[in-house]
């Protein structure tokens, strides 16, 4: 007759086990002493060792480092340029001023709607000149497709292919970085039709 053996499941926990802890994750495993270890100077292992641990704090300093700098970095370009977008809105807005004021003009450059328009304009242009925005000279420069769109081509005796000859609505920049670019007329051989 066999005895039944007992459930493990069921069986209480013997006290001289010791409990399992976690190993964290970020912990390197332990390493295996290689056979040649055992017979290396202890002292070399404690300093191969020491040294393998220098290294890693010099690379995670360096990784921090380098981590404050580009979070200084993209934080100052946040606000350099928060407003470009409000600043790309006004510009519109800018545009169609500036027709009226040469509407008033054409009528009399003494009225006092002439140059009580003038007066803003002149304010809009320090605000915008204080904000870090800068009109791209376009004007007989070369076409440059980063800086300018071209709306047509013209045929212009004495001038280089690919010369800006017109301005049809201004470019502007925001310090480095383009708001809206030039809208252009260039000499060159216009199509057939």
Do not use: C
């Amino acid at each position: 007759m066999t005895v039944p053996s007992p459930d493990p499941a069921t069986q209480p926990i013997p006290e001289s086990i010791p409990p399992v802890t976690d190993i964290p994750a970020e912990a390197p495993p332990p390493a295996d002493p290689a056979p040649e270890a055992a017979s290396q100077d202890p002292i070399a292992l404690l300093t191969a060792e020491v040294d393998r641990w220098k290294d890693l704090a010099y690379r995670s300093q360096a990784e921090l480092d380098n981590f404050r700098k580009r979070s200084a970095r993209e934080a100052q370009d946040t606000r350099a340029y928060a407003n470009s977008s409000l600043l790309t809105a006004l510009l519109p807005i800018l545009d169609n001023f500036e027709m009226g004021l040469d509407a008033a003009r054409a009528e009399s450059e003494k009225s006092m709607i002439y140059m009580g328009m003038a007066m803003v304009q002149r304010q809009l242009a320090d605000f915008l000149r204080d904000m870090g925005v800068t009109e791209i000279e376009a004007l007989g420069k070369p076409f440059d497709p980063n800086l300018h769109d071209a709306v047509s081509t013209e045929a212009a005796p004495g001038q280089p292919e690919g010369t800006i000859l017109r301005v049809t609505r201004r470019g502007f920049r925001l310090k480095d970085r383009l708001l809206r670019p030039s809208s252009v007329i260039v000499a060159g051989t216009p199509p057939a039709a």
